[in-house]
């Protein structure tokens, strides 16, 4: 299950900007730029895609300072990305959505309902996910600091 929400944005930031940028968690290791793009280009148009522990300056800033070992550690320990529509409709779709994405080994992918539960306990679920990841995102990063600066 992907879990998603608003990417919130630094101020001036024009590759994920905000009202178009999704944060996506809980994505599988082996899920494919190509295969997030297949999925979410169902719901508006995405202008690009981009997996954690690729190079860019939100990457850098994050790890800033650790050595390159525990800045490895710290971006495998949870796979993250974030998917840029080209209108905020896309982003508004996405976030409404109420059908599974299945992401398969291959780039084909296909939108189907899963178990039935309700909006409200969906939306419950996705909280305490979300919750406990940024929490455990944010222990991680100040543990590898903490190590870094023995």
């Known amino acids: ?47 690009s895609v981009r997996l954690d522990g690729e190079a860019s300056e939100q990457a850098d800033s994050n790890t800033a300072g650790l050595n390159g070992a525990v800045a490895t550690e710290l971006q495998q320990a ?7 529509f080209a209108r905020p ?4 779709k996405a976030l409404a959505n109420k059908k599974a994405l299945v992401l398969s080994a291959s780039p084909k992918l296909s939108l189907t309902p899963t178990q039935e539960v309700s909006r ?9 996910y ?6 455990e995102e944010a222990a ?11």
């Open 1 to 47: 299950v992907l879990f998603g929400r608003p990417h919130v944005s630094k101020a001036g930031d024009t590759t994920m900007p905000a009202g178009r940028t999704l944060f996506l968690a809980n994505v599988p290791y082996d899920a494919s730029k190509i295969a997030l793009r297949a999925a979410f280009e169902k719901l508006g148009q995405v202008t």
């Open 120 to 128: 409200e306990e969906l939306q419950q679920q996705v909280d305490s």
């Open 89 to 92: 409709l896309g982003l508004k």
């Open 140 to 150: 991680r990063l100040n543990e590898a600091k903490k190590n870094f600066n023995r």
């Open 78 to 84: 949870t796979r993250t990305a974030h998917v840029v």
């Open 130 to 135: 979300m919750k406990t990841f940024e929490e």
